[in-house]
């Protein structure tokens, strides 16, 4: 498979960009006779992608019939329908979260929900997560992933750029693919198509 030398690359210039992720196989791309289709799932946990559930494929194709299928998060048996009295309904969670300590080194900050809002810096090795976009009044020196869940139109905007990696919707740019121009100043980062984009902030 072409894709995995492809991934391969980008292991050797991210070696953590899976390290410790939950990841969902989709399997919508390939069909019951791809080439080499028995060893794809054992070809990403070879390079440390833990999976923790697939999609769109058939576990009655010949090709999987080996592998240890993980169970799927959705489906399940209908619990029919349930009277919640009003007054037992949670409130919605807020859209954004706002941190006003640095995201330092080893921590990872997961926010699905929308925004999220960094007073401080964050650090080598740290990572932060949000459904929305990610602002970060301090320096970016880790990883920013905008958009998980499927928000193209998310952005991250920083004082700082000095990331290790930034994402938005599953498209992504490592410290070598970011320009100079960018490099420790004040940005925002946004998706036009499939392309990372890089602009200054004045």
């Known amino acids: 498979?072409?894709?995995?030398?492809?991934?391969?690359a980008q292991l050797a210039r991210s070696a953590g960009f899976f390290s410790g992720k939950p990841i969902i196989l989709d399997l919508s791309r390939v069909t019951a006779d791809t080439p080499n289709l028995p060893y794809l799932?054992?070809?990403?946990?070879e390079r440390g992608v833990r999976i923790?559930?697939?999609?769109?494929?058939?576990?009655?194709?010949?090709?999987?019939?080996?592998w240890?299928?993980?169970?799927?998060?959705?489906?399940?048996?209908?619990?029919?329908e349930m009277d919640v009295p009003e007054e037992n309904i949670p409130p919605p969670p807020p859209t954004s979260l706002l941190i006003e300590e640095p995201v330092r080194s080893g921590q990872h900050i997961v926010w699905p929900d929308g925004d999220v809002i960094i007073l401080g810096s964050v650090?080598?090795?740290?990572?932060?997560?949000?459904?929305g976009s990610i602002h970060i009044y301090g320096a970016l020196r880790g990883r920013a992933i905008a958009g998980i869940?499927?928000?193209?139109?998310?952005?991250?905007?920083?004082?700082?750029?000095?990331?290790?990696?930034?994402a938005i919707d599953g498209f992504y740019a490592t410290a070598e693919e970011m320009g100079a121009e960018h490099n420790g100043k004040p940005a925002q980062v946004l998706l036009d198509g499939e392309t990372i984009v890089f602009r200054s902030v004045t």
């Open 123 to 131: 650090s080598s090795g740290a990572e932060v997560s949000a459904g």
């Open 41 to 45: 799932k054992t070809a990403l946990e």
């Open 52 to 66: 923790i559930g697939i999609e769109n494929g058939d576990r009655d194709w010949p090709a999987v019939a080996e």
């Open 149 to 166: 869940g499927g928000n193209a139109n998310a952005r991250i905007f920083t004082r700082h750029l000095a990331a290790e990696l930034v």
């Open 1 to 8: 498979m072409n894709w995995l030398e492809a991934l391969d």
């Open 68 to 80: 240890d299928w993980p169970e799927s998060f959705v489906g399940g048996r209908a619990s029919g």
